[in-house]
Nanobody, 121 residues
Framework: VQLQASGGGLVLAGGSLRISCVLSGGTFSSYNMGWFRQAPGKEREFVAG????????LYSDAVKGRFTIFRENAKNTVYLQMNSLKPEDTAVYYCAAGRIYGADTKDYDYWGQGTQVTVSS
């Protein structure tokens, strides 16, 4: 299984950005998907997760109400729509796939390479 994230970039505070992640080499619809992020000098942290069916979603308190995770199983793609971005959202964002639905890095078996999101004030 391989994950390819894309769509990161530089955005002004208050702006929006959508990042995406395509899964190949596996059955996308059987995997729970998650987004994590890691800022310089900090540990990787959970952002959002979505069950394989799309019927259950988790968000961290830091992004709840601003970010939306959704998936298109027909396109083998999971997205993270990020609105009202803040400078503290600056990080490398990683997508992950796993058999366990959760918010811990240990729940996920496969990881993408990451995409940089930078929010300037």
């Amino acid at each position: 299984v391989q994950l390819q994230a894309s769509g990161g970039g530089l955005v002004l505070a208050g702006g929006s950005l959508r990042i995406s992640c395509v899964l190949s080499g596996g059955t996308f619809s059987s995997y729970n998907m998650g987004w994590f992020r890691q800022a310089p000098g900090k540990e990787r942290e959970f952002v959002a997760g979505i069950r394989w069916s799309g019927r259950s979603i988790l968000y961290s308190d830091a992004v709840k109400g601003r970010f939306t995770i959704f998936r298109e199983n027909a396109k083998n793609t999971v997205y993270l729509q990020m609105n009202s971005l803040k400078p503290e959202d600056t990080a490398v964002y990683y997508c992950a796939a796993g058999r366990i639905y959760g918010a811990d890095t240990k729940d996920y078996d496969y990881w993408g390479q990451g995409t940089q999101v930078t929010v300037s004030s």
